[in-house]
């Protein structure tokens, strides 16, 4: 591969030298026009650390077993533990292992780790210096499981680290050394990124101290899946880089470096930063508390598709579909229904699902708020109390068997349906709806399933099976219809294109 490098790079340069209408003073000028980034790792290269964790060994433990050769257990357990979702196995006596006595510089050898005790390296990362009294940022994910956690200056000192908080939810965590008169960085505005402009990252991928990579912002808020939106880039990052940070062309902080998209587990091209703003307020409560306070409503949501939003006459596809209710809690309280689709919180719009939880968590528990929904072709405004989030909890559904379906021909929408007793009513916490007993057609290309509960028809509620057989058999096939299902605890908005009625 090498090789082929080389020859294609003196092709390249042949052709260049042949062409007779290239100036050098065209190529000088591309090449001032360049960014710099000397100034700029000058100035923040400091505030860089490199983290390293390590986990102790019991004796009846031993090794967990050994890495194909040339690995170091040290500097790839990150890789497998963060992007494959396994513990790395580890050798008992890797290039990486902690050694006693041998730390070097001023304050450090005193922390370093006993020969004699029995740790193995368990990950490596990067973090950055918040404050010069030792506050120290980086990624959940990198000091997760660690007994021991060691943070080293561009200096080679080297301290023992305590561990101030975590939070899972966007993977942020604080520690602190015992020094003083650190260098730090200095906090920028993520909301001031702009899509396209220079950025720097500088960690350990790999284990290797100060490294530093370039490119620019690819996108901002993107969406993937997590609790935050995240800055997207074309900064080679790869394990070993989290938690190190993004930078702008003024070396400001903007971001931490978090996760990369890959199919091979290293670097292809996108990467993506925790914005340093939603950071930092975790890393305030962190610092105050040990923990981070949310808000909740209580409420489980889903996304608001195209069909849906046209089935149900919303202008766009915005907002988030509510599709459960926790019984007694603040939206239940507050009139929130299954079906409703929150378009705003406090006045603030909710363009998209992900907006929602970030918008209630960020907003202190006890404090009222306005929540707006979307409800049979209106808005409504209701009042709501935040309430504090709480550790998730599994439940599961009262439910009782479903009757022996009562045979009917199937109508538009291919689905056959009955009454529900008021008492499985009562005890499903439902005011209405008719439980389908046969599904063909349209409601199985869609996957509607036999024992499914549905509560509404477009704008309409649907209180009996002969209501919704008189219903559904005026409707138009040539518009989509949105049906309210309910299956097990969730309800969603199902859109559905009917059939020719058959006569």
Same mark, same amino acid.
């Not at 602190?176 to 990252?201: F, H, M, Y």
């Not at 149900?312 to 689709?341: F, H, M, N, R, T």
């Not at 005011?431 to 509960?453: F, Y």
């Given at each position: 591969?090498?090789?082929?490098?080389?020859?294609?790079?003196?092709?390249?340069?042949?052709?260049?030298?042949?062409?007779?209408?290239?100036?050098?003073?065209?190529?000088?000028?591309?090449?001032?026009?360049?960014?710099?980034?000397?100034?700029?790792?000058?100035?923040?290269?400091?505030?860089?650390?490199?983290?390293?964790?390590?986990?102790?060994?019991?004796?009846?433990?031993?090794?967990?077993?050994?890495?194909?050769?040339?690995?170091?257990?040290?500097?790839?357990?990150?890789?497998?533990?963060?992007?494959?979702?396994?513990?790395?196995?580890?050798?008992?006596?890797?290039?990486?292992?902690?050694?006693?006595?041998?730390?070097?510089?001023?304050?450090?050898?005193?922390?370093?780790?006993?020969?004699?005790?029995?740790?193995?390296?368990?990950?490596?990362?990067?973090?950055?210096?918040?404050?010069?009294?030792?506050?120290?940022?980086?990624?959940?994910?990198?000091?997760?499981?660690?007994?021991?956690?060691?943070?080293?200056?561009?200096?080679?000192?080297?301290?023992?680290?305590?561990?101030?908080?975590?939070?899972?939810?966007?993977?942020?965590?604080?520690?602190?050394?015992?020094?003083?008169?650190?260098?730090?960085?200095?906090?920028?505005?993520?909301?001031?990124?702009?899509?396209?402009?220079?950025?720097?990252?500088?960690?350990?991928?790999?284990?290797?101290?100060?490294?530093?990579?370039?490119?620019?912002?690819?996108?901002?808020?993107?969406?993937?899946?997590?609790?935050?939106?995240?800055?997207?880039?074309?900064?080679?990052?790869?394990?070993?880089?989290?938690?190190?940070?993004?930078?702008?062309?003024?070396?400001?902080?903007?971001?931490?470096?978090?996760?990369?998209?890959?199919?091979?587990?290293?670097?292809?091209?996108?990467?993506?930063?925790?914005?340093?703003?939603?950071?930092?307020?975790?890393?305030?409560?962190?610092?105050?508390?040990?923990?981070?306070?949310?808000?909740?409503?209580?409420?489980?949501?889903?996304?608001?598709?195209?069909?849906?939003?046209?089935?149900?006459?919303?202008?766009?596809?915005?907002?988030?579909? #509510?599709?459960?209710?926790?019984?007694? &809690?603040? @939206?239940?309280?507050? %009139?929130? +229904?299954? =079906? !409703? /689709? $929150? *378009?705003?919180?406090?006045?603030?719009?909710?363009?998209?699902?992900?907006?929602?939880?970030?918008?209630?968590?960020?907003?202190?528990?006890?404090?009222?708020?306005?929540?707006?929904?979307?409800?049979?072709?209106?808005?409504?405004?209701?009042?709501?109390?935040?309430?504090?989030?709480?550790?998730?909890?599994?439940?599961?559904?009262?439910?009782?068997?479903?009757?022996?379906?009562?045979?009917?021909?199937?109508?538009?929408?291919?689905?056959?349906?009955?009454?529900?007793?008021?008492?499985?009513?009562?005890?499903?916490?439902?005011?209405?709806? #008719?439980?389908?007993?046969?599904?063909? &057609?349209? @409601?199985?290309?869609? %996957?509607? +399933?036999? =024992? !499914? /509960? $549905? *509560?509404?028809?477009?704008?309409?509620?649907?209180?009996?099976?002969?209501?919704?057989?008189?219903?559904?058999?005026?409707?138009?096939?040539?518009?989509?219809?949105?049906?309210?299902?309910?299956?097990?605890?969730?309800?969603?908005?199902?859109?559905?294109?009917?059939?020719?009625?058959?006569?």
């Amino acid at each position: 591969m090498t090789t082929f490098s080389v020859r294609k790079f003196l092709a390249a340069a042949v052709v260049a030298a042949c062409l007779p209408f290239a100036p050098h003073t065209a190529s000088a000028a591309s090449a001032a026009n360049l960014p710099d980034f000397t100034d700029l790792v000058d100035k923040v290269g400091p505030a860089v650390v490199n983290i390293r964790t390590t986990t102790r060994v019991t004796s009846s433990g031993g090794p967990r077993g050994a890495l194909p050769p040339g690995m170091d257990d040290g500097d790839m357990s990150e890789f497998f533990r963060r992007f494959f979702g396994i513990p790395m196995p580890q050798s008992p006596q890797s290039p990486g292992a902690p050694r006693g006595g041998d730390n070097g510089g001023s304050g450090g050898s005193q922390d370093g780790p006993d020969s004699n005790d029995p740790e193995q390296n368990s990950g490596v990362g990067s973090g950055f210096i918040l404050s010069a009294d030792g506050y120290v940022m980086t990624n959940a994910h990198v000091i997760d499981d660690a007994d021991t956690i060691y943070v080293t200056l561009t200096d080679k000192r080297e301290f023992k680290a305590k561990l101030i908080g975590v939070d899972d939810r966007t993977d942020v965590a604080v520690v602190k050394i015992s020094a003083a008169n650190l260098p730090t960085i200095t906090i920028g505005d993520s909301n001031k990124v702009r899509v396209g402009e220079w950025v720097v990252a500088i960690g350990s991928p790999f284990g290797l101290e100060n490294t530093v990579t370039a490119g620019i912002v690819s996108a901002k808020g993107r969406d993937t899946g997590d609790y935050l939106p995240f800055i997207q880039t074309d900064v080679a990052v790869n394990p070993g880089n989290s938690g190190g940070p993004l930078i702008n062309m003024q070396g400001e902080v903007i971001g931490i470096n978090s996760q990369i998209y890959s199919r091979t587990g290293g670097f292809m091209g996108i990467s993506f930063a925790i914005p340093i703003d939603e950071a930092m307020r975790v890393a305030d409560q962190l610092k105050a508390s040990g923990k981070v306070v949310r808000g909740r409503i209580a409420v489980a949501i889903g996304e608001v598709t195209k069909d849906v939003a046209d089935s149900l006459g919303l202008p766009k596809a915005q907002g988030a579909l #509510v599709s459960s209710v926790e019984p007694g &809690g603040p @939206a239940d309280k507050a %009139g929130v +229904q299954p =079906g !409703d /689709i $929150i *378009l705003k919180f406090n006045g603030h719009s909710v363009d998209t699902a992900t907006d929602l939880p970030r918008m209630v968590g960020d907003t202190k528990p006890g404090t009222k708020a306005t929540i707006t929904v979307w409800r049979k072709g209106q808005t409504r405004d209701l009042p709501v109390t935040i309430a504090e989030m709480q550790p998730d909890k599994t439940s599961k559904a009262d439910q009782k068997k479903p009757q022996a379906p009562k045979q009917r021909a199937t109508n538009a929408l291919g689905l056959a349906v009955s009454d529900i007793p008021a008492d499985q009513l009562r005890t499903l916490k439902l005011r209405n709806g #008719v439980q389908i007993d046969a599904v063909d &057609g349209p @409601a199985a290309r869609v %996957g509607l +399933q036999k =024992g !499914d /509960i $549905i *509560l509404r028809v477009g704008d309409t509620d649907i209180t009996s099976a002969k209501q919704f057989d008189e219903l559904t058999a005026h409707l138009d096939s040539q518009k989509m219809v949105a049906l309210l299902v309910r299956r097990g605890e969730n309800t969603q908005f199902v859109p559905i294109r009917p059939r020719g009625v058959q006569k």
